[in-house]
């Protein structure tokens, strides 16, 4: 069978298990368990925790005594049991610590699902930067058709999205393990430094300003991304007794999907935005495109201002893919190959780590202080959004003096 498809099914499964709860579990927890936003926000803060360490120290496991693609399948399988049992609990500390461990096994498997992409098709002498946005496109498409089988059968408020999304990590877990074989870079049996065993290898990455300030704003733009996650569906659902019979109402799921639908678009952009303009400008299109997806939610609505919000899910696209996949794609380029599981880790330790667990708390911080009477005043909540994001892009290009050389850009791989 064709590698390319091998690692399509892989990325589409990927990002089916998240897509199916990711964009209306908090709708389900405000909905149906009745949850305050600070109890959402820190249940959506978990992956936050979990991507701090996890994603790095399972990377360590995959750059020096474990297959990369075994680790994938084992943490999926262990995903699969976690996300049963929390579809069965009401109680908040208990699902608080379900989700925790749930974190702990499927972030890593974020970063583990590139480092997987990434051997393969190097080994296949493929161009990594020409080839692999195109695969990864079917990772938005299974988060698109998660959301959809979610939305158009009603479960965005039920407990049936953990059930659907167990079964595809299970799928997925088992799949992993007949992928071709990414045996550790690092069991060549050459002598190593302490730090080189432990994996702590990435980590000199900080040393140079570039990469610094890098990791820096990736995590600022990491917590603008769980913002989005966290509250984007339970937005939508709160408009029922204004617009009952709205489309934004009645099919958030779909809605928010157009994100989606966008993402796939703007990935097949990447490669010529990055060898034209390179990584700073094309950050900091992604941090303006942030300010307009908050503003934009802050000003519309289901009913004459449905064209704003529709807007803001294209403008999605842009947002995440700029800053997600084309920082992937730098850090890639940036670390040495016997280092590159441990740098995408790191990588998302910043975004998902560290920025997700601030975002999470904060955002839920923001909502329960603009929720007076249990009625959520989603404008300034959204404008507030909107004003970190704007801060971010006055100060990012006046610190990340990155310059970029298009006859020099990634030599790697073009």
């Known amino acids: 069978m064709n590698i390319k498809f091998r690692l399509l099914v892989m990325n589409f499964l990927e990002f089916f298990v998240w897509g199916s ?8 927890l405000s909905t149906h368990l009745h949850f305050t936003g600070v109890q959402i926000g820190s249940i959506f803060a978990t992956m936050g925790i979990a991507a701090m360490f996890m994603p790095g120290l399972l990377g360590i496991v995959a750059d020096r005594w474990v297959n990369a693609e075994r ?34 096994v499927y972030m890593p498997t974020i970063a583990l699902n ?5 051997n393969v ?60 074989a990414c045996a550790p ?23 140079r300003k570039k990469m610094a300030l890098f990791f820096l704003f990736a995590l600022l733009l990491g917590a603008a991304l769980q913002i989005s996650n966290a509250w984007a569906t339970t937005f939508l ?44 400008r094309v950050m900091l299109l992604s941090i303006f495109a942030w300010v307009f997806r908050f503003g934009l939610f802050g000003l519309g609505d289901p009913g004459t201002g449905f064209p704003l919000l529709a807007l803001s899910m294209i403008v999605y ?43 999470g708390y904060g955002s839920g911080w923001v909502i329960d202080h603009f929720t007076v009477a249990g009625v959520r005043h989603w404008s300034p909540i959204w404008f507030t959004f909107a004003g970190y994001a704007l801060l971010l892009g006055i100060v990012f290009p006046l610190v990340f003096r990155y310059k970029h050389t298009p006859e020099t850009a990634y030599p790697k791989h073009v």
Not at 332 to 338: F, G, K, L, V, Y
């Open 121 to 180: 098709l190097e080994k296949r002498d493929y161009n990594v930067v020409r080839d692999f946005p195109p695969i990864r496109v079917w990772g938005t498409i299974g988060f698109i058709v998660a959301m959809w089988i979610v939305d158009l059968n009603h479960w965005t408020v039920t407990s049936t999205q953990l059930y659907l999304s167990a079964g595809a990590a299970a799928v997925l877990g088992v799949y992993a393990f007949t992928l071709p």
């Open 317 to 359: 696209g842009m947002a995440f893919d700029f800053f997600n996949i084309s920082g992937s794609l730098f850090v890639e380029r940036e670390a040495d190959m016997r280092i590159r599981a441990s740098a995408q880790g790191l990588f998302m330790i910043m975004t998902n780590g560290i920025g997700a667990y601030i975002g």
């Open 21 to 28: 709860w990711l964009t209306s579990l908090g709708a389900y």
């Open 71 to 104: 680790v994938l399948g084992l943490c999926h399988l262990a995903g699969a049991g976690l996300l049963f049992w929390a579809a069965t609990v009401t109680d908040y500390g208990l699902l608080y610590w379900i989700m925790l461990f749930n974190s702990f």
């Open 237 to 280: 659902e709160d408009f029922k007794g204004v617009y009952p019979d709205s489309f934004a109402v009645k099919h958030p799921n779909i809605l928010v999907s157009v994100s989606q639908v966008s993402e796939t678009l703007f990935i097949l952009a990447i490669p010529f935005f990055l060898r034209r303009f390179g990584i700073k």
């Open 185 to 207: 870079p690092g069991g060549t049996g050459e002598k190593r430094s302490l730090s080189s065993a432990l994996g702590l290898d990435a980590f000199v990455l900080f040393r």
């Open 114 to 118: 590139n480092t997987v992409s990434y």
